[in-house]
C-alpha cells in the first residue's frame, strides 16, 4: 500500500475516534448538567424501587389505597407492588419483616395508626424506610410528619421520591394489672409495646377505650372527642411519678401522657417542645378541678400552649404540666385504663415507658 494511503487511512481512523470521544464527553456532560439541576444522579434515575405494601383489608379506604398504588407503579414502570394483608391475629409486625425478608426497598403502612405502628415494630433496627399511606382515624404520625392524609397519589409521590429520616420510638410496658383484671386478649403484658406518638395512663385511654368503632368510621376523630365527654365528671387519680432516676413524686390528676411528639387531631398539639429524633420523651400532667369550668381552662391551656402562649398563674383548676425524661415509671391507685398510640392495653395499676433513639427510618416529604 502506498505511503500516502497509508498515512490518509490513518489520519481517517484517528478522526473517527476523536470524533467518537467527544460525542461520548458531551453526553456525559449533558447528563451530568441534567442530574446537577434536578439533584438526582443518573444511576438514581435508573433505580426501580421494589414498593412492599402492608396493608388492612379491613378499612373501607384499602381498595382504593391498593387500586391507586398498582396504577401509579405501573404508569411509573416500577417493579409490581407486593401486598401483605393484616390479621387479626397480626395486625403488621409478621407482614413487614416478611417484606424485609422478601427484598422490600421501602414498607409502607396503609392503614390506621394500629396499622403503622405494627409495622414499625417489625422495621425497627432494620434501616429500611418505613412509607406510610394513612388510611385510618386519627394518622397520628402522619399528622406529625406533616404527610398527606387524604390523598393516596400524593402520599406515594412522598414514598417514592421523598427523604428519609430517622426517629425514636417509645416502649411501654404494664408492669402490674388490678387483682383479677385480664388483659386485653390481644395484649402480652411482657412486651415492651411500641409507640410512635403518645401513650398514656387514665383519661386519655379511658376516651380512646370508650370509642364507638362505628362512630369512628362514620365522624373520624370526633369520635374520641364524644367518648371523652362520658369521662368529665370522673374521679382524679392518684398517682406516683418516677422521672428517671429522681425520687418519686406523688400527685391527684386525670391523666399521665408520654410523648415521643404531640401534635393530635383537631389541631391540638399536646406536647409542644417535642421533637421526634431528639432522643428524649415529654411528659405531660393532666389535671383539672371545678367540674366543667376545671375542663374548659384546661383546653385553654392546651391552644394557647400550641400557639406558643403559656399561662404563669401559679392557681389554675384546669393546667398541664411538661418534663422530658428517658425513663418514666407511673403507678395508680386502684388501676387505669392504658393506650399507646390509641390501641388500648387494658386497666393497669403500674406503666414503665422509656426511649428507643434513633431505630427507626421514615420516608418524609423533601
Not at 16 to 44: D, I, K, M, N, Y
Not at 285 to 301: K, N, P, S, V
Not at 352 to 364: A, I, K
Request: net charge negative; with cysteine.
Amino acid at each position: 500500500m502506498p505511503w500516502e494511503l497509508t498515512v490518509g487511512v490513518s489520519a481517517l481512523i484517528i478522526g473517527v475516534t476523536a470524533l467518537v470521544a467527544a460525542f461520548l464527553v458531551l453526553r456525559r456532560s449533558r447528563a451530568r448538567e441534567r442530574s446537577e439541576g434536578t439533584g438526582v444522579a443518573p444511576q438514581e434515575k435508573t433505580q426501580r424501587p421494589q414498593l412492599a405494601l402492608v396493608v388492612n383489608p379491613s378499612k373501607e379506604h384499602t381498595a382504593h389505597v391498593v387500586s391507586t398504588v398498582r396504577r401509579l407503579a405501573a404508569e411509573a414502570a416500577l417493579p409490581a407492588p407486593r401486598f401483605y394483608d393484616t390479621t387479626k391475629e397480626d395486625p403488621g409486625t409478621g407482614q413487614s419483616r416478611q417484606a424485609l425478608a422478601d427484598g422490600a426497598d421501602v414498607v409502607v403502612a396503609a392503614g390506621g395508626d394500629g396499622t403503622v405502628r405494627a409495622v414499625a415494630e417489625g422495621m425497627v433496627g432494620s434501616g429500611v424506610p418505613m412509607g406510610i399511606i394513612p388510611a385510618g382515624t386519627g394518622n397520628l404520625l402522619a399528622r406529625n410528619l406533616d404527610l398527606p392524609l387524604t390523598d393516596v397519589a400524593e402520599a406515594l409521590t412522598i414514598v417514592l421520591g421523598g427523604v428519609d429520616r430517622t426517629i425514636d420510638v417509645g416502649r411501654a410496658r404494664i408492669t402490674e394489672r388490678p387483682p383479677g383484671e385480664e388483659p386485653p386478649t390481644d395484649v402480652d403484658d411482657d412486651t415492651a409495646h411500641i409507640f410512635l406518638v403518645i401513650g398514656g395512663l387514665g383519661f386519655d385511654a379511658a376516651m380512646v377505650a370508650d370509642a364507638d368503632d362505628q362512630l369512628k368510621a362514620r365522624m373520624g376523630w370526633v369520635a374520641y372527642f364524644l367518648a371523652g365527654a362520658r369521662h368529665l365528671h370522673g374521679r382524679r387519680m392518684r398517682a406516683t411519678i418516677t422521672i428517671d432516676d429522681t425520687d418519686p413524686v406523688e400527685a391527684r390528676l386525670r391523666s399521665v401522657m408520654v410523648g415521643n411528639c404531640g401534635r393530635l387531631p383537631g389541631g391540638i398539639t399536646l406536647l409542644p417542645d417535642a421533637v421526634i429524633d431528639d432522643g428524649v420523651l415529654d411528659v405531660a400532667a393532666i389535671d383539672t378541678r371545678g367540674g366543667l369550668a376545671g375542663w374548659a381552662q384546661l383546653f385553654g391551656e392546651v391552644v394557647a400552649q400550641g400557639m406558643g402562649v403559656h399561662n404563669e398563674a401559679r392557681i389554675k383548676i384546669g393546667r398541664i404540666d411538661h418534663t422530658r425524661a428517658r425513663r418514666v415509671q407511673i403507678r395508680v391507685d386502684g388501676g387505669e385504663q392504658a393506650q399507646v398510640d390509641g390501641d388500648v392495653l387494658g386497666k393497669a395499676v403500674a406503666m414503665e415507658t422509656w426511649v428507643e433513639p434513633g431505630v427507626l427510618v421514615v420516608r418524609t416529604a423533601a
